[in-house]
């Protein structure tokens, strides 16, 4: 899969977000939590789940390379669709680019359809397949993250999750505020989308072979709609990879195509890998 280098400063945020009336700069979260507990939360987002058949979302996703000090910025199309089976298909497609004050038209499509993880890049005409679990099995969803630029529903295996990493609800703000190595995630905690939110942070257990990927992945959840708003996944190196959506719709009709994971004819003219499932590492 193509490297996502990083990006985002406040500046191009700004410019990529519509105007908003500028709330006064936000103090400490005090407000008391809409849930006790990290599994109070993820009982109420597995519930969620249940009667939810698809999701649609406008996607930002923003990558910041602490060492080289890279940032870009990605807006596309997010969708999700419960198959009958109880397991997730993803799919997101990146329509634009932004570096700095440049912007470009982009076309690449990411897809996971509870197996095989696609990347198809039509103006390349490249397509990879990868196969990241073996048929008949289910993938943790964390896992997923490990290869997919794009939100991971959690609340459906909750089992699997808590088993892998310690969870804990933390302040709306905290890690946004006066982050000393990432200043500008303070643009976050001012956005209408975020205030009253709650956040979960999930840190990888000793010993459960995520703890080398990343230190921690914060999830910003609405506890009215339940729906995600933020997420930022810290790896060990300082990267950061944030995603938000917006303008979220559920149980709507999503094209079929929308998830097609289909190999492109050998005489299409497109470059195609595809690489089997061998077993972990």
Known sequence: MTTLLPIILASSLMLATPPVVEPDKPQANTQAQPFATATDLLDALAKQEQATDSLIGTIRFTTIDALENDRQQRFGTLAIERQDDGQRNYAVSFTTLLIDDRQ?????????????FVERLPDEKQFNKRELVPAGQTLDPMELMRDAPFWVSLGHDQDRLLASYDAELLPTTQSLIDNENFPELGFFAELPTIVGTVQLKLTPKPGSGFEDDWEWVRIWINPDTLLP???IKAQWTGD????????TKTNTDIPAETFDTTTPDARSGWRVQISSWRGKD
Not at 104 to 116: K, L, M, S, V
Not at 240 to 247: D, G, R
């Open 240 to 247: 950061l990879q944030i995603v938000e959506l917006f303008a």
């Open 104 to 116: 470009e038209t982009i076309a690449e499509h990411f897809i996971f359809d509870g197996r095989w």
């Open 229 to 231: 708003a933020l997420y």
